[in-house]
């Protein structure tokens, strides 16, 4: 088996603030977020040697962020036009890289005024899909021309599968919610920290059956940031190196299709299905050795199609386990530590592997998972593509 | 309510609805049907393929019934359902398509539905309406 081994890891985490409203360009976002993580590990500019990104028309260049933070060299740079699929596969790029010597501090960024510029919820973001090669030219002939031209429709459509095959309910999804915002309560980052109830969350309005807004994520302006560096030097650093122990992007076959794959074969199930054996055995654990999850959740749904496939349970039965609140603090398995997409923010998933440093170095306060050693983190929703990372605390 | 206009693989298949007949590829080296047009085979990579008909006859697969839409022409036409349809001939062969004549609370996993084509920006389209008394 492959191994990204384990000579890569995390020395930095930076972020700025998620709102509705930066009043800021992308550009600047994506600085403060950058400057923030080399400063958390103790770097300047003038270290770091590698950026890499991912977005989708609505970022600024790996270029443009390093001539602002003044880099004297750029030893390896990537700009991945992609989805939130690609959200762990950054890191995992930046990983090999550091691995393969191209180069010693890598920053990963992303940055987007999701909320005042291009919204994904939004009829550009229909027309960006369609022309950017992100679809095939398939889904806007046959997909737009019956309406299908958002990407919670997408998922609406996978999530009626799972319903009818295994019974999931709008309760279930309900659940997935509520467990998200229970955490986010306790993260001062959170853009949504209000409490969630069944009730309210009934009181959202559908959007496409058998979604409810509230089963949508949010639509943020903000940036993160992690600095991936290589393990021997990561040691004379200010903060404690969290492990890449694994990363994957993976899939089976017929995957074509950015969301609503039509020649994938079994739409209850998930790329993530594909990631398994692999993302845990080149770790060297189990899935039974996770201490939390950050599981990208574009849509409720999402994280119920996930869970089951990284083998957390048997298909059909991720509902019950959150509707059991067994997903939140002080349960089985945490899920969704800071809020996720839902509740936190939508910095396309990196924000979830920002979290996941967090908990690793034990700072979350009133929402740190007790005696957190190793956590997953996903990217790619319920479709058929996607990535994830194992990181370790050791 | 833009339709992106048919591509050179795609031609037959908008062609075939402006007949008032439902196409899909077939493999001519492990004869699978497939759908959407493709360039090559999915399943054997075998760029070599004929259309073929289909009675046009298939069940519901999966669905959604849209109240809200970011896209104004569509929004204007909520609630409306659009259907995943797994047609008769193979198993795994989906087309897409708005599901109309019942009521959303109507629609049912494999419920029969057939296609019947009608007329939208100046082109012929498919829908699917089930062919069985609701």
Known sequence: MPHIGKRAVISGIGWTEYSHMSGRSVEALAVEACRAALEDAGLTSRDADGIITFGLQDTVSSAVVATDLAMPVVNHYADYNAGGNMACGVVLHAAMAVEAGQAQHVIVFRALNGATGLRYGGADFSNVLATTSIHSDSEPQFLDSCGVTMPLQHFALLCRRHMIKFGTTTDHLAAVAISGRSYAKLNERAMKQEALTLDDYYASPLIADPFRRADCCLQTDGACAVVVSAADVANDLRQRAIQIASGVSRTGPRARGGMWGNFWDDHTFSYAHHTVPGIFDRAGVSAADIDLAQLYDCFTYSVLAQFEDFGFCKKGEAGPFFAEGRAMLGGELPVNTAGGLLSEGYIHGLNLVVEAVIQLRREAGRRQVIGAETALVSAGGATSTGSALVLARR | ?134
């Open chain 2, 1 to 134: 309510m833009d339709m992106a206009p048919p591509s050179p693989l795609s031609a037959p298949f908008w062609g075939g609805l402006e007949e008032g007949v439902l196409r899909t590829q077939r493999c001519e080296a492990c004869l699978k049907l497939r759908f959407y047009p493709t360039e090559s085979c999915p399943f054997c990579a075998s760029t070599n393929f004929i259309w073929r008909s289909l009675s046009g006859n298939g069940h519901i697969y999966s669905w959604i019934v849209v109240y809200r839409s970011s896209d104004p022409a569509w929004q204007a036409r909520t609630p409306y359902i659009p259907a995943i349809v797994e047609i008769n001939e193979q198993e795994g062969v989906l087309i897409p398509g708005l599901l109309v004549g019942l009521e959303p609370s109507q629609v049912r996993d494999g419920l029969p539905v057939k296609a019947i084509f009608t007329r939208s920006n100046g082109r012929a389209i498919h829908r699917w309406t089930p062919t069985i008394d609701i």
